[in-house]
Structures are given as C-alpha cells and as structure tokens.
C-alpha cells in the first residue's frame, strides 16, 4: 500500500493550524502585546485603565509614549490623552495604570492608538513600534490602531 500525502491535504492541515485560536493577551516571540485589560471608575469622575504590556519583542523598550484617542459612547472623539508606559523590560509582562480625565468609564465606546510619540529600545536608535505591536481589549471598549 502506498502513502500518498497530496497538496490539497497539505494545504488543509496548514489551513488548520492557521485557524487554531491564539490565546488572547499573549505576544508572539518578537512581538509586544497591549491590553486594554480593565477599567475602574475614578474617585474624581473619571476612568483608571488598567494596561498590560507583554514584552516578547527581544529588546527592552527604555522609551514608550503611546498618544491615545478616547472615543465616548456615540464615537465622537472626547479627548486625546498621552500616556508614558517605558520602561518595558525584555521577557516581562508589565502593568501600567493611567487615569482618563472627565469621562466614566462606561461611556468609553473605544480607545485608538493614534500615534507613537516614542518608541526607543535601550542602546539603541528608535524604531516604529507600530510594525511589531498587538493591541487587544478585555474591557467592554475596543482598542485598535
């Protein structure tokens, strides 16, 4: 009896192992995960974000400014808000908590990253984190590029 592996089954099994979920908030090896991961009401009317940075990018970041634009729940722009997370070691999961001014929490539809303001390895020249950066939300609020 001959064994005949064709294309088609090939492709399949690739096919499926494409499909296989990811486990969300897990960075791939030489990426940088951010997730949005949770939110709690302010003592001042505001809203606490809580961020998880997952540093798998081979390189700790001594530099990283993210500009965030913070949409309300009809998904008008409410504010921008620049937030300083460096530094984010090589290898660690990190947690960084920033406070979002003059909005509650639930009427935050979506938060996008609107630019990088910094983004420097450590000795060495900046890069555009864009290229190798993953964002992901557990809160009710999207957060996307």
């Given at each position: 009896?001959t064994r005949r592996f064709s294309a088609a089954r090939s492709g ?129 609020a999207g957060f996307v590029k």
């Amino acid at each position: 009896m001959t064994r005949r592996f064709s294309a088609a089954r090939s492709g399949r099994a690739l096919l499926l192992a494409a499909l296989l979920p990811v486990f969300p908030g897990m960075a791939e090896e030489g990426r940088l995960g951010v997730e949005l991961n949770k939110f709690e009401q302010g003592e001042t009317g505001g809203c606490r974000a809580f961020f998880l940075f997952r540093n798998q990018s081979g390189q700790t970041l001594e530099g990283f400014e993210m500009s965030l634009a913070i949409l309300d729940g009809t998904g008008v722009i409410d504010q921008l808000l620049s937030i300083d997370a460096a530094p984010l070691p090589i290898a660690r999961t990190t947690l960084k908590l920033f406070e979002i001014p003059d909005i509650a929490c639930e009427n935050i539809s979506e938060i996008l990253l609107h630019e990088m303001t910094a983004c420097k390895p450590q000795n060495a020249d900046p890069v555009d984190c864009f290229d190798f950066m993953d964002l992901s939300s557990k809160t009710p609020a999207g957060f996307v590029k």
